[in-house]
């Protein structure tokens, strides 16, 4: 690979989850100095357009608000049917993939290949994503597909970054910092598509994450107030007793729905107990306030982004908490 310039690419797409690490990534392409108009964040939506199941309602309207507040364009992609649709896979195939356009219109593509087949589980907690089918159905799979089927990123150079950090995890810490992304074509003859994937914060600790954000002044997601210490969805199968106990505390209805696939699969989320129990274990989070539990529970995200004048930026309680999240 050529030596990396990161000021030679025509488009950055900054895989943005609405989480501090994603954040980071996309305020250290604002320290480099890269135009704003070569920037997108791209969202991959983890429960679809359907009603939220898994991740947390107020997230795409808390990504929305983020992309407005610095004037960067924001672009969401999905699975149709979301997370709940692929769950429930039953002798069918997986669901077509969703992306927005620059001209406001939605394209679909997928969903009529491939073999008929059945999930009717929870992705597993494992770093393999043969089990752990979360991350690629409805994330890596979404993203690529995004990119390979939309003309506008032929014949130019693309940088995506993501913002996976060493500290989370040993897998995480072996990961490239620089490597072709999975949707790169650049060899090809007649429609070279030259898309790198960049993690810059791969090296970074928790302290320069959170400094970043300090900065700039942002108000990270609410659940970090509340004391996740980590955004992925609110019931991540990788959260532990607390988290779970927590997210209970906030949405008991999903939480019953969630309980009541296990009974009906036969098969629990986690290898070692089942959610009630593991539920029953924990301690919800200290720090959650009725106005946050409202907050994230909603479709709407009315605080500012950036904090205004003369209000104190805070770190969240969740900052330096439990890492419970994807490996
Ligand atoms: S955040 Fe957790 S549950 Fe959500 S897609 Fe990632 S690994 Fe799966």
């Known amino acids: 690979m050529n030596e990396f310039n990161i000021y030679s690419y025509d488009k950055y797409i900054v895989s943005f989850s609405g989480g501090k690490d994603s954040t980071a990534c996309f305020l250290y392409l604002l320290d480099q100095g890269i135009p704003k108009d070569r920037i997108e964040l791209w969202h991959q939506d983890i429960d679809g357009r359907e009603s939220v199941f898994f991740d947390w309602e107020v997230t795409p309207d808390y990504c929305r608000k983020f992309a407005e507040a610095f004037g960067v364009q924001i672009y969401f992609q999905w699975k149709e049917g979301g997370f709940k649709r692929e769950m429930l896979r039953e002798n069918s195939l ?5 992306f927005e356009l620059p001209d406001n219109t939605i394209q679909k593509v997928g969903g009529t290949r491939g073999n ?15 089990v752990r089918w979360c991350s690629a159905y409805l994330k890596i799979d979404v993203c ?12 130019i150079r693309t940088l995506v970054l993501s913002g996976e950090r060493g500290e989370e995890s040993p897998q995480r810490a072996k990961y490239n910092i620089l490597e072709p992304d999975r949707s790169d074509l650049r060899n090809s003859k007649t429609r070279p ?18 400094e970043i954000i300090e900065r700039y002044r942002v108000r990270a997601h609410p659940c970090y107030y509340m004391g996740w210490g980590r955004c992925s969805c609110k019931f991540c199968i990788f959260g532990n007793k607390n988290q779970f106990a927590s997210a209970a505390f906030i949405s ?7 309980i009541e696939f296990e009974k009906v699969f036969g098969c629990t989320m986690k290898r070692t107990t089942d959610l009630r129990t ?41 900052a330096y908490g439990e890492m419970c999240g994807p490996s």
Do not use: M
């Open 116 to 130: 008929p087949s059945t999930r009717l589980k929870f992705p597993q907690s494992s770093p393999d994503l043969k």
């Open 252 to 258: 008991p209805e999903l939480t019953e729905e969630i």
């Open 94 to 98: 997986t669901a077509p993939i969703c």
């Open 144 to 155: 690529s597909s995004a990119i390979r089927n939309q003309e506008r990123f032929n014949n």
């Open 278 to 318: 593991l539920i029953d274990s924990g301690t919800p989070y200290q720090h959650i306030t009725q106005q946050l539990k409202e907050l994230s529970a909603s479709y709407d995200y009315n605080l500012p982004v950036i904090l205004p004048d003369g209000e104190e930026w805070i770190l969240p309680s969740g």
């Open 193 to 210: 598509r030259y898309v790198d994937r960049h993690r810059p914060i791969r090296d970074w600790k928790e302290e320069q994450v959170w």
